[in-house]
């Protein structure tokens, strides 16, 4: 039996950073913080987050990547079932000096398929984005 521990912020050192979410549900907006788990340098995994008729989801067999600063925060908008892989994908997103976590959407989508691609690994997009 595994324990996860989701945290919905990240002690810097001179503050204290989250990150937040919004959602559309039936017409109602749904602020919420993202939990996740701290993989280290301001960096994070976190569950998916799916949108419903109904409510939210907080899936923890999907995982995406994030990055949790206080100069700095962002979502891949990718997902994996695989903890170590999206942690190996945040690793390297942020390491990259050609792509930020402030980079447009769509290049930051090019990044993740091309990374994927080179890797011969399968990630899939979010199909609620936030």
Do not use: K
């Not at 923890?60 to 925060?73: F, P, S």
């Not at 962002?74 to 990259?96: M, S």
């Not at 769509?106 to 990374?115: N, P």
């Amino acid at each position: 039996m595994s324990l996860i521990r989701l945290d919905s912020y990240e002690c810097t050192g001179a503050r204290i950073v989250g990150v937040a979410g919004q959602f559309e549900i039936n017409g109602d907006t749904v602020f919420m913080h993202r939990p996740f788990v701290s993989i280290g340098n301001g960096l994070a995994i976190a569950p998916a987050i799916e949108v419903t008729d109904r409510g939210l989801l907080v899936r923890t067999d999907l995982w995406t990547g994030m990055a949790v600063r206080d100069y700095e925060v962002g979502v891949l908008p990718v997902t994996t079932e695989d903890q170590g892989l999206i942690a190996r994908i945040t690793r390297e997103f942020d390491q990259d000096p050609e792509i930020a976590w402030d980079s447009s959407r769509e290049q930051i989508v090019a990044w993740c398929e091309q990374w994927a691609a080179r890797q011969r690994v399968t990630t899939t997009a979010p199909a609620n984005p936030s």
